[in-house]
C-alpha cells in the first residue's frame, strides 16, 4: 500500500451502489442487496452523504455521513456505517478518515462529529477512543 495512493471523497449519489457489498459485509449479510439498493436511494434524499475511500480508483473502505441539527450540539455530522477492507486495517487509513471527516465537518459548520459502534466491536471502541471520541451515552434500539 503506498500511503499517497489513498483518497477519500464524495461519491457521486449516482455510484452509491458501490457501497453496497460493503454494508453487506458490515451488517454480515443479514439485508439483502436490493433492499440496502432501496434504502440507500431514499438516505440520498435526507441529508446523507457517503464517503469512499480508495486505493488509486479501487474502492476500499465507505463511511456513511449525516447531517442534522442536535438540541445539545448544534449543527453536527454523524458517521455511519464505517468500514474499511480487513487488507486496510491498521495502515493509517482509519486515523485519515477520522481527519478527512473532522475537517469536512468543520468546513460543513458542525460543532460536533458522532458515531455509534456495535457494543460487540471491541477494535472500534478502542479506534475511536485514540482518535479523540468519548462515549456520551448508548444507542437504544427497538424492532417494530
Not at 475537517?103 to 477512543?129: G, I, M, Q, R, T
Request: glycine letters at 8%; one cysteine or more; hydrophobic letters at 40%.
Amino acid at each position: 500500500m503506498k500511503d499517497n495512493a489513498i483518497s477519500i471523497r464524495i461519491i457521486d449519489p449516482k455510484e452509491i451502489f458501490t457501497i453496497v457489498p460493503f454494508l453487506q459485509k458490515l451488517g454480515n449479510n443479514t439485508v439483502e442487496g436490493p433492499v440496502i439498493k432501496e434504502r440507500l436511494q431514499e438516505m440520498i434524499q435526507q441529508n446523507y452523504e457517503c464517503l469512499g475511500i480508495f486505493d488509486e480508483e479501487k474502492l476500499i473502505g465507505t463511511c456513511g455521513l449525516w447531517f442534522q441539527t442536535r438540541h445539545y450540539a448544534g449543527r453536527s455530522l454523524e458517521m455511519d456505517h464505517v468500514i474499511i477492507d480487513d487488507a486496510y486495517r491498521g495502515h493509517g487509513v482509519g486515523k485519515m478518515l477520522v481527519e478527512f471527516v473532522s475537517d469536512y465537518a468543520k468546513k460543513k459548520s458542525c460543532n460536533w462529529v458522532e458515531l455509534n459502534s456495535y457494543v460487540h466491536n471491541f477494535p472500534s471502541h478502542k479506534f475511536f477512543y485514540n482518535q479523540g471520541f468519548v462515549a456520551k451515552g448508548y444507542h437504544f434500539v427497538k424492532e417494530l
